[in-house]
């Protein structure tokens, strides 16, 4: 049985951190802003499968891996983040199928959107430095790892998308804000810019 004491503490501490403008809030946010919340859940299915195989990794000592391969790291964090400055670059001067236009209808693939997801996450190094130095020690030695990590997981997963859906619904609600005077232009060069940005904290981060 897992320790509610210790869950008790792990709850607010996640909230908080996950709660934080981070990478994949700020992702979340671009494309609620560009393609509205319900498509952006496919980059949050990738986002949470990312950060779940990132925690599962923290806690089985994988980490260590990655640590001791760190040119393998750097090659993902720096293709993760050309593939969304690329995309953001698009978006800036409203090209690309994640650009704003109300007269068309968005046909960016799930595919495309789950990975980019799954790459932001995974190549997060943040989201490292937190499993690794967070999770761990509310794993008990003393009891079976599996069922605590289970719980543990779980948290992280509603937490997180809790977090999303706020960001991509707050991006959706500042699109409805500017489309009123006509400023599609201004949107995706907003998106873009974030987008940009994100793509440039993922390569440097």
Same mark, same amino acid.
């Given at each position: 049985?897992?320790?509610?004491?210790?869950?008790?503490?792990?709850?607010?501490?996640?909230?908080?951190?996950?709660?934080?403008?981070?990478?994949?809030?700020?992702?979340?946010?671009? =494309?609620?802003?560009? &393609?509205?919340?319900?498509?952006?859940?496919?980059? $949050? #299915?990738?986002? %949470?499968?990312?950060?779940?195989? !990132?925690?599962?990794?923290?806690?089985?000592?994988?980490?260590?891996?990655?640590?001791?391969?760190?040119?393998?790291?750097?090659?993902?964090?720096?293709?993760?983040?050309?593939?969304?400055?690329?995309?953001?670059?698009?978006?800036?001067?409203?090209?690309?199928?994640?650009?704003?236009?109300?007269?068309?209808?968005?046909?960016?693939?799930?595919?495309?959107?789950?990975?980019?997801? =799954?790459?932001?996450? &995974?190549?997060?190094?943040?989201?490292?430095?937190? $499993? #690794?130095?967070? %999770?761990?020690?509310?794993?008990? !030695?003393?009891?079976?790892?599996?069922?605590?990590?289970?719980?543990?997981?779980?948290?992280?997963?509603?937490?997180?998308?809790?977090?999303?859906?706020?960001?991509?619904?707050?991006?959706?609600?500042?699109?409805?804000?500017?489309?009123?005077?006509?400023?599609?232009?201004?949107?995706?060069?907003?998106?873009?810019?974030?987008?940009?940005?994100?793509?440039?904290?993922?390569?440097?981060?």
């Amino acid at each position: 049985m897992f320790d509610l004491a210790i869950l008790g503490v792990f709850i607010p501490t996640f909230f908080f951190v996950s709660i934080t403008p981070g990478m994949c809030m700020t992702l979340a946010m671009t =494309l609620g802003m560009s &393609i509205g919340v319900r498509r952006t859940m496919w980059m $949050m #299915i990738g986002e %949470l499968i990312g950060v779940a195989l !990132v925690a599962i990794a923290a806690v089985l000592g994988v980490a260590s891996v990655m640590l001791n391969y760190p040119d393998i790291f750097e090659i993902l964090k720096w293709l993760g983040g050309a593939y969304l400055a690329y995309i953001g670059i698009n978006m800036w001067l409203s090209k690309g199928k994640m650009a704003i236009d109300e007269n068309q209808q968005h046909d960016v693939s799930r595919q495309s959107l789950f990975t980019q997801g =799954l790459v932001t996450a &995974i190549a997060n190094p943040k989201g490292w430095a937190f $499993m #690794i130095s967070l %999770l761990p020690p509310f794993i008990n !030695v003393e009891r079976e790892v599996a069922p605590q990590l289970i719980v543990l997981l779980s948290v992280i997963m509603i937490t997180e998308f809790t977090s999303m859906m706020a960001y991509a619904t707050g991006g959706k609600s500042l699109r409805l804000f500017l489309s009123r005077g006509d400023n599609i232009k201004w949107m995706n060069r907003i998106a873009g810019s974030l987008m940009v940005g994100v793509g440039i904290w993922l390569a440097l981060g």
